[in-house]
């Protein structure tokens, strides 16, 4: 079982910068490969992020890559997604989620294959 919470939403101006994290109990972190997703009111649930069990592997979304970057601490059992350059449509709950893996490279950008998920945190990007 693995326990996701993430941390770290809040309201920023467009152009700025916002860092959530995701903090997981459990002894299967370091197993699982990790992505961020997010979910605008009105609009289906999108990939934003994934990292590797390795951290050695990620990908990004179009709409996100060059301004987001996601990494992971194995020690700490977290993984974070740094936002820069946010803009108005980057308003949405984000969630991270969990798949358990027995490769380490390999990475995950569809929601219905992941094991766990948080319950979210919301950023809101003002114009």
């Known amino acids: 079982q693995v326990q996701l919470v993430e941390s770290g939403g809040g309201l920023v101006q467009a152009g700025g910068s916002l860092g959530v994290s995701c903090a997981a109990s459990?002894?299967?972190?370091?197993?699982?490969?990790m992505g961020w997703f997010r979910q605008a009111p009105g609009k289906e649930r999108e990939f934003v992020a994934t990292?590797?069990?390795?951290?050695?592997?990620?990908y990004y979304a179009d709409s996100v890559k060059g301004r987001f970057t996601i990494f992971r601490d194995n020690a700490k059992n977290t993984v974070y997604l740094q936002m820069n350059g946010l803009k108005p449509e980057d308003s949405a709950v984000y969630y991270c989620?969990?798949?358990?893996?027995?490769?380490?490279?390999?990475?995950?950008?569809?929601?219905?294959?992941?094991?766990?998920w948080g319950k979210g945190t919301l950023v809101t990007v003002s114009s």
């Open positions: 989620a969990a798949k358990l893996t027995t490769y380490s490279n390999l990475i995950y950008v569809s929601d219905t294959v992941m094991d766990y």
């Open positions: 459990g002894r299967t972190f370091s197993s699982s490969a």
């Open positions: 990292i590797s069990r390795s951290g050695g592997r990620t």
